[in-house]
């Protein structure tokens, strides 16, 4: 305590010797069409509501650089001469970092017209153009400025409208009553497998994200209705993009937090040139925690590691530019039986070590044949490792009964041409080939015998292309369009193909209607089409491997309405139909629907392609966006979630909690004039259905004194509402040369008991239940220079 009352003070007697003066930062970017991608030459880029003139026009590159803007909440504005004005508000400008700003620019299509900056591009249109709905794009200063979101992409996705959270423990993501399956995950254009510590085969989340908030730029995160060139996903799609470090100057940054001991640095790679590096590194500062008595879930400590990174280099108009990207660490964690306080994470006599290692490499090498035609060709080479072993005590002596080392190496080539053919019409072609170079093993002890539950190497190709137009009827109406085919090479049942359209008219100047819909596809885990299943006369088989891909048609219908000068409400509903979903061939409740809400999934048994499932529902927002110090997202969620399985009966999924509601707000307070000192503050208030579950035949339980299910009640029922609220409270001093932020996070501040599961427990013969996450306290600190 009085360690940590001296830094406390030390931190807040800094903030006096701030010089008195007016504190400036720098501003730079790139301007492009939005179409074309190409760079703009000759915009106009100003910054808006000063009391003195600044700015400047691009060079003949696109780029820009604003001097001495003062630091604090900045709003830019460009124009250019037959180009849709574009307003971008609430810019976080600090002494430590220079500023930077990429954005495009969309041409006009009926006249040519001077413009004046009168209405701005919001915040919640996708970058890519392609899409219609169902799409926004966030920042990387949305995860970190949020209360619950503690840095993470995927925590901060739960405040938008649709989308919910498994396992408070966890980051695994709910949209639309989908598993968490169905989510895509893309850095830099490139498919890659589970980007969390902890990962597993078949999940798309885990504890701890591996993917670093202080690497990413502005990015897109879909719900449904995804454009052509997403593929291999049914429920939804992170599209991320890695920034590039600042080419101007050397710049460093240290941070302390829940996500671990992280230390950046980034900065131009030579002299007069345009190439630029950023690269950081984080530890795991977990057992901090746990010293300090802070209980955040397990009482195991886990350990991990990761690196970010990517190089930039521009090459000019003839020779294009090339960037290198890559992320990935491993995770490790020992589940003592001697240390555990909860049977749902290991039973009490036995030991289990986890290991998890995941990681991407990739490059990317885009070419401008002219000014309205693009090539983009990438390579990389991603991975997921899963060991993990399992020691029973035998009367004192702890013997091996589970063993696994599975490995997944995607080689991954792609090509996309890009072409603008004129002001209405904009084609893009793309192809992508995945190479899955798979390695599994696992065995359990039965008899004093190790029988393999999967065991191969193998070699599949899963190949993509798609084709998409977007057609401007006029600047108020336009039509996007496209076909998705997908082939996975390891059985003939498993190819697709995929129209997707949408249109949206702007009918009025500030409001619009959209319509959407398409067919989408996915392969299951690789593992499951190898597993090896028990025949009625004793021997094995792998009955999976003629599966086919689970298949959904997405519907959504949308209407958006700026109300008010940086507010907007959207209302959305949906429809979507899942087909061909493997269950088993005898008649039971399971369906892979269901995958991700627990934290173990029983073994793909005998699985074919005859399930099917349901979901529908209606969506509101309401959003303030970050402006004049601060901001209101409220969103609301009514929907249904049905599955059929093999026995014919139609259910509710595991996901169907009905009903969700989020409500977020927060702001900074200036406490001088040079916005040196700001001090900010968010609160979250989430309510929502409670989890649908399985229970437990407590009777039958006891007797035979295993585990057994009451599977005709599978989902009938809820666990009572879940609720919590979060609080985030943090201060920023800008110094002479550094900024320096402090921050406290409360989540679930009253400590509510909301239900995870129920679970029988032989060694008290008597159900106990398992809560989610209780009060969650956490600081941090971060220092920018």
């Keep these: 305590m009085r360690k940590a009352t001296f830094l406390t003070t030390i931190f807040f007697l800094l903030s006096f010797i701030a010089s008195a003066q007016n504190a400036t930062q720098k501003i730079h970017g790139i301007v492009t069409d939005a179409q074309s991608q190409s760079p703009l030459p000759g915009v106009i880029v100003r910054v808006l509501n000063t009391d003195s003139l600044i700015g400047t026009a691009t060079d003949a590159n696109g780029r820009y650089i604003l001097n001495n803007v003062p630091i604090g909440h900045v709003s830019l504005g460009f124009s250019f001469m037959g180009y849709k004005p ?4 609430n810019i976080v400008l600090d002494i430590g970092k220079e500023g930077s700003v990429n954005i495009s620019m969309d041409e006009y299509v009926d006249t040519l017209k001077e413009v004046v900056i009168h209405s701005g591009k919001s915040k919640e249109n996708p970058l890519n153009e392609m899409s219609t709905l169902s799409a926004r794009q966030f920042s990387p200063d949305d995860a970190s400025r949020y209360a619950g979101a503690l840095s993470d992409p995927s925590r901060m996705a739960t405040n938008f409208a649709g989308v919910g959270v498994a396992n408070d423990s966890r980051n695994d993501i709910v949209i639309r009553g989908n598993s968490p399956l169905g989510l895509l995950w893309k850095i830099d254009g490139i498919d890659v497998p589970n980007p ?7 999940s798309t989340g885990g504890p701890v994200s591996i993917l670093n908030n202080n690497m990413l730029g502005q990015s897109d ?3 449904g209705a995804f454009p052509a060139e997403y593929g291999n996903a049914v429920a939804g799609v992170f599209d991320l993009q890695m920034k590039n470090g600042n080419n101007e100057r050397n710049e460093f940054a240290g941070e302390l937090g829940f996500n671990g001991l992280e230390v950046q640095a980034e900065g131009p790679l030579g002299k007069n040139t345009q190439a630029s590096y950023i690269v950081d590194y984080r530890y795991s500062t977990l057992a901090v925690f746990q010293l300090l008595g802070i209980n955040y879930g397990f009482a195991a400590v886990p350990q991990y590691q990761d690196i970010s990174f990517k190089v930039n280099i521009p090459m000019g108009v003839k020779y294009g530019t090339i960037s290198i990207f890559g992320l990935g660490g491993p995770s490790y964690v020992a589940l003592l039986s001697n240390e555990q306080d909860n ?5 009490f006599n036995e030991n289990t070590y986890f290991n998890s290692n995941m990681g991407v ?11 309205n035609t693009s090539q983009t060709i990438s390579f990389a080479v991603s991975g997921l490792q899963n060991i993990t072993k ?3 005590n035998d009367n004192g002596t702890y013997k091996t009964t589970f063993g696994e080392n599975s490995t997944d190496i995607i080689t991954t080539a792609s090509y996309t041409i890009n ?5 209405r019409n904009t084609f893009k072609l793309g192809v992508n080939a995945d190479v899955y170079h ?3 093993a696992d065995s359990v002890l039965i008899d004093k015998a190790y029988i393999y539950g999967v065991n191969f190497k193998a070699v599949n190709t899963l190949l993509q292309t798609y084709l998409e137009w977007q057609h401007k009827f006029t600047d108020n109406i336009v039509l996007n369009a496209g076909l998705h085919y997908q082939d996975f090479t390891i059985n003939k049942n498993s190819q697709a193909f995929e129209p997707r359209a949408g249109i949206r008219w702007n009918f009025a100047p500030r409001q619009s209607i959209a319509l959407a819909g398409g067919l989408h596809s996915e392969m299951e885990p690789i593992g499951v089409y190898y597993y090896d299943n028990q025949l009625p006369n004793g021997t094995y088989a792998e009955t999976d491997k003629g599966l086919g891909f689970s298949k959904s048609a997405h519907v959504v219908l949308g209407y958006d309405y700026a109300f008010l000068p940086g507010w907007r409400m959207k209302i959305e509903t949906y429809y979507q139909y899942l087909f061909n979903i493997p269950v088993q061939t005898q008649a039971s409740t399971y369906s892979t629907l269901n995958i991700g809400a627990s934290y173990y999934d029983p073994p793909y048994d005998s699985l074919v392609n005859k399930g099917k499932g349901l979901n529908y529902g209606a969506e509101l927002t309401v959003e303030k966006f970050f402006d004049k110090t601060y901001y209101v997202l409220i969103t609301t969620s009514l929907y249904q979630s049905k599955y059929t399985a093999s026995d014919g009966v139609e259910r509710n999924t595991a996901f169907n909690g009905n009903y969700t509601f989020n409500a977020l707000s927060g702001g900074d307070i200036n406490l001088d004039k040079q916005h040196r000192k700001v001090i900010s503050i968010s609160a979250k208030i989430n309510y929502a259905g409670g989890k649908r579950y399985i229970p437990v035949d407590l009777a039958e339980s006891q007797f035979a004194h295993v585990p057994i299910y009451d599977y005709s009640q599978a989902y009938v029922n809820r666990y009572p509402d879940y609720s919590r609220v979060d609080l985030k409270v943090g201060i920023k001093l800008n110094g002479k040369k550094i900024t320096q932020e402090l921050a406290f996070e409360a989540q679930n501040i009253f400590n509510r008991k909301n239900i995870f599961q129920q679970i029988y427990n032989p060694n008290t013969n008597a159900l106990e239940t398992d809560y989610q996450l209780g009060f969650f306290p956490v600081g941090s600190y971060k220092i920018t220079f």
Aim: charged letters at 15%; zero cysteines.
């Design 221 to 223: 995160f879909m719900t």
């Design 343 to 347: 049977y749902s994470i290991t039973p």
């Design 86 to 89: 574009v307003i971008l508000n």
């Design 438 to 440: 798979s390695s599994y």
């Design 419 to 423: 072409k603008k053919l004129d002001t």
């Design 196 to 202: 969390n510590h902890f990962g597993t085969f078949g």
């Design 361 to 371: 490499v990739g490059i990317n090498y885009k070419l401008f044949f002219n000014e």
């Design 390 to 392: 399992i020691d029973t």
